[in-house]
């Protein structure tokens, strides 16, 4: 007998949603569930004040990809909001990402060639060959200026770990720039969503069938029987129960304030780099829509050891975890009826256009042969 769905779709974050989507253009029937009360996954937006608040951390859209763009853009325009985040250290503001006005800032440097110079003269004095941790890699990339002003102190809080005893492979990169151009992303298309994210989400789930507040492993039996096949976008670890055991993260907690002016910080993302401070930025969410409210709702970002009982939001990649990782992806290719994909069923630290490209591959595969 014929199961009463195609797919059971656990999660309606960006994966799960438009993986929803695609199938249910495709002529298949989808039930989504969610065990949050609201759908959207970690883009959800939260109206306070008029102001869509990011409740789970500033979601900034920019991708290279301009048939991604479009995808985005057929279920809610984006406006032309460009992050060019500041940073406060040692009691002065800053330009980031790090760039000629960062330079001029710092150290008063008018060229590029001045610049340049600056931080080569660095280098050479920090730098080391083989760099072993954070710390040496970055003073080998950018020099101990830069490194005590913007990385050192942000990084340790960010982690909760030394920066020497930090892989080096989190910042594999980090950009330099040698123009006037405060833009923190490379990307040709950038923006958020007029409206909010929520009106994205909803665009992918319109007409669909949403549970929420509905946790899949609350009767797994009961809804395993529900579809043929389900698309899983929740942690990997959990869905084998456990079985190998935890994969670690990096949690969050977010402080959310009302504030009786229409204008707290002037931009819509603060980074507050210096360990005098326990939050590593500030959010002023009104500024992502150019909101002319009297009010405004900032959001202090403070970051937090995880347990299994909070929220999940970085996954430390270590070689540990990574390994461990390993072993369920094993596991989940010996699932022949599920499909996984996002966040946290990929252990990913996943940018959303990634999330979104991921979902329409792997739905396109799916439907193509199923
Ligand atoms: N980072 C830093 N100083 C900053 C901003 C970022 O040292 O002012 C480093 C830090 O190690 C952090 C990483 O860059 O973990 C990535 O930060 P970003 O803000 O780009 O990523 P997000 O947390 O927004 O995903």
Not at 92 to 119: C, H, S, V
Not at 320 to 326: A, G, R, T, V, Y
Request: charged fraction near 25%; glycine fraction near 8%; charge should be negative.
């Amino acid at each position: 007998m014929k199961n009463e769905y195609d797919y059971l779709i656990v999660g309606s974050g960006l994966f799960g949603s438009v993986f929803a989507y695609e199938a249910t253009k495709a002529g298949k029937k989808c039930l989504v569930i969610d065990k949050r009360e609201h759908i959207g996954g970690n883009v959800h937006c939260e109206n306070i004040e008029g102001i869509n608040v990011h409740k789970y951390g500033a979601h900034i859209f920019h991708t290279n990809d301009k048939t991604l763009w479009n995808y985005v853009n057929q279920f809610v325009e984006f406006n032309n909001f460009t992050n060019s985040p500041m940073s406060l250290s040692k009691g002065k503001l800053y330009n980031l990402p790090f760039n000629m006005n960062t330079f001029y800032q710092l150290w008063g440097t008018k060229t590029p060639q001045e610049a340049k110079a600056k931080i080569d003269e660095q280098i050479a004095i920090y730098g080391v060959e083989n760099p072993k941790n954070l710390e040496e890699q970055a003073l080998s990339l950018v020099g101990k200026d830069i490194y005590d002003h913007f990385i050192k102190e942000y990084t340790e809080k960010q982690w909760g770990r030394k920066a020497t005893e930090l892989p080096a492979f989190i910042i594999k990169r980090l950009p330099v720039r040698f123009t006037f151009d405060n833009n923190y992303f490379n990307d040709t298309y950038q923006g958020i969503p007029i409206g909010g994210y929520n009106k994205l989400i909803e665009g992918l789930l319109e007409g669909i069938e949403v549970a929420t507040k509905t946790d899949y492993f609350s009767d797994r039996e009961k809804f395993n029987k529900l579809s043929d096949k389900i698309v899983y976008s929740g942690k990997i670890d959990e869905y084998f129960d456990y079985k190998l055991g935890v994969l670690e993260y990096r949690s969050l907690h977010f402080e959310n304030e009302i504030l009786e002016t229409d204008n707290f910080q002037g931009n819509a993302v603060v980074n507050y780099n210096d360990a005098d401070y326990d939050y590593t930025r500030i959010i002023e969410h009104k500024h992502f829509e150019f909101g002319k409210q009297n009010k405004t709702v900032i959001t202090k970002e403070y970051p937090q050891e995880w347990n299994p009982g909070k929220e999940a939001f970085y996954p430390i990649n270590d070689a540990k975890n990574q390994s461990l990782f390993d072993e369920y992806k094993k596991l989940s290719l010996e699932e022949k009826n599920v499909i996984f994909g996002g966040r946290l069923s990929e252990y990913k630290y996943y940018d959303m256009h990634q999330v979104i490209a991921l979902a329409l591959t792997r739905s396109k595969k799916e439907l193509e042969n199923g």
